[in-house]
């Protein structure tokens, strides 16, 4: 089975959050289940310059008359394709903002070639491969379904499409006069469609012309449902509920494994639980923080955003600090709560530390030296950080929401008693829920053989990336079949106008 992978983030060549995380790891798991995977990603510079002896293949033309390389070359074992197009990708900041932080204005231009290109690869772009199940993640390559939708009459052997939404908060919305540059049918501007309250939305098109779609957890899946979390596009969602399934992340226990991590002070697993002290001493004389092994250490490790409920733990810092507790922040994002934080840290230099930036070698560090990991998400389609808290043995305090409900149980009376406990969950989004889950944290630390515990049946968790992919493989199975018999009108075509050399 032949499946393109289309993202515009892989660890480790670019990151900004959980996608790339799900799109490093994803491959190589699907390729154990025997799947012939390759991959497609915008030439963003990181992408270009990491991936070593990359050839040219072909070229191809956008809708709006820019010309672009296609270089193929291999990854991990796995084919990958890149767009080289300078003119959109070689710019300052990162994947999807300028260096202030503001998205690019033509990002509709940089993001639109995946999905053309990933059709055009379904339909023979390049000679020796042809995807059958195109295989899209999160608005970047929300296209992908819609122009294979519309090209699909002239295909003996149409492609399948999945699109996997890891952020429904992010819309990829643009003015309904980009549309133009698009190149996909006027049809497709309408309610059914990519049509938007009156703006092009590429995160519809994904939801509305995917033959299949998934979300990262089973309760974000439940949840894009109803209005609250639904964005808008709740409606849509429920009317395709038949073809949506949420299927839980993986941990990529390559890079997040306390037993074998180098980047943390010393290694540990639930039967060596005692080494892990050192870390928290090492992450305290890191940041300066006052050496006390009994002071219950919190961290976050997050992009500073609305989302992600900070205000929660500032608004809950006197009585973390009242406690005895510490905390050290490791995130950057929105400018307020950069200042707010790092205020906090300059009030209480002894108990609170943070670093605004982005640093994968200290998040392992902080989730290795931490007794509690802070995600108390105002909404979270999986949350990756809960998880790597829960496997390096940082019991997550969260909120009982998306994946983060899916994955960490409350350390509440029954739950000890059975064994299952892994953390903290409040259910009210508000700080005296929070509040009273740090209570429990800090009443459970004082019952040090208990907390080992939890601290144990933390570790123990397995986050398969093997199960995921096997899902995902049963996906596209159920998919071939019909995907070979699908034959839906269309207008069209803009990846016809595809230039082979
Ligand atoms: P999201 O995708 O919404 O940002 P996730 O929890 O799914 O949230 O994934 C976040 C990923 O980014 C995790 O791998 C986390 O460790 C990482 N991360 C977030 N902020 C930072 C940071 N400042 N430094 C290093 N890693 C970070």
């Not at 900004?16 to 799109?23: F, I, S, W």
């Not at 010309?67 to 084919?79: C, D, E, K, P, T």
């Not at 008693?417 to 630390?445: E, K, N, P």
């Not at 493989?473 to 159920?478: E, H, I, K």
Request: net charge positive; hydrophobic share 45%; glycine share 10%.
């Amino acid at each position: 089975m032949q499946v393109l992978q289309v993202s515009a983030e892989m660890y480790p060549l670019l990151k900004t959050g959980g996608l790339g995380d799900v799109t490093g790891a994803l491959p190589d798991a699907l390729a154990r289940a025997g799947v012939d995977v390759r991959l497609l990603l915008p030439g963003l510079r990181p992408i270009r310059d990491g991936i070593a002896g990359l050839r040219p293949l072909g070229e191809f033309v956008a809708p709006w008359g820019l010309h672009m390389q296609v270089l193929y070359g291999q990854w991990n074992g796995h084919g990958v394709y890149v767009i080289d197009a300078p003119a959109l990708y070689d710019r300052p900041g990162n994947a999807y903002v300028d260096a202030d932080g503001v998205p690019y204005v033509d990002n509709h231009r940089r993001f639109a070639p995946l999905g053309q290109l990933a059709a055009l690869l379904a339909h023979g772009f390049d000679a020796r491969w042809r995807a059958q199940i195109v295989h899209a993640h999160d608005w970047h390559a929300a296209l992908a379904p819609a122009y294979l939708h519309h090209t699909r009459r002239h295909r003996a052997h149409p492609a399948g499409s999945v699109f996997t939404v890891h952020n429904l908060a992010f819309q990829g919305l643009f003015p309904a006069a980009t549309f133009a540059e698009l190149g996909l049918p006027k049809v497709a501007f309408q309610m059914h469609g990519v049509e938007f309250h009156g703006q092009v939305s590429f995160m519809k098109a994904g939801l509305h012309y995917a033959d299949r779609l998934t979300t990262v957890s089973p309760t974000y899946a439940r949840e894009v449902q109803g209005p609250e979390q639904g964005g808008g596009l709740d409606g849509l969602l429920r009317q395709r509920r038949d073809v949506l399934t949420g299927i839980l992340n993986g941990v990529d226990t390559r890079i997040w494994n306390p037993a074998t991590d180098r980047l943390i002070a010393q290694t540990f697993d639930a039967r060596r639980l005692a080494r892990r002290a050192l870390n928290k001493v090492a992450l305290q004389r890191h940041f300066g923080l006052a050496r006390r092994p009994d002071a219950l250490l919190c961290g976050v490790v997050s992009r500073l955003t609305e989302q992600k409920g900070l205000h929660l733990v500032l608004d809950g810092l006197p009585e973390l600090l009242a406690r005895g507790g510490q905390l050290v922040v490791l995130g950057n994002g929105e400018p307020e709560l950069e200042a707010a934080f790092r205020a906090a840290a300059q009030a209480h230099p002894r108990a609170v530390a943070v670093y605004i930036g982005y640093d994968e070698t200290l998040s392992h560090r902080v989730f290795a030296g931490t007794d509690v990991t802070l995600v108390p998400s105002r909404f979270e389609p999986c949350g990756l950080t809960q998880m790597y808290g829960l496997v390096y043995g940082s019991l997550p305090l969260v909120h009982r929401v998306g994946g983060l409900a899916d994955t960490v149980v409350d350390a509440a009376l029954e739950n000890l008693a059975d064994g299952s406990a892994t953390g903290f969950v409040f259910d009210r989004f508000d700080g005296a829920a929070y509040g009273a889950a740090l209570r429990r944290a800090f009443a459970l630390q004082a019952r040090g053989a208990e907390w080992r515990r939890v601290q144990r049946a933390a570790l123990r968790q397995v986050f398969a990336w093997d199960a995921a992919a096997a899902r995902y493989v049963a996906l596209y199975r159920s998919l071939l079949p019909a995907a070979h018999e699908t034959t839906r009108p269309s207008e069209a075509l803009v990846p016809e106008r595809a230039v082979r050399r």
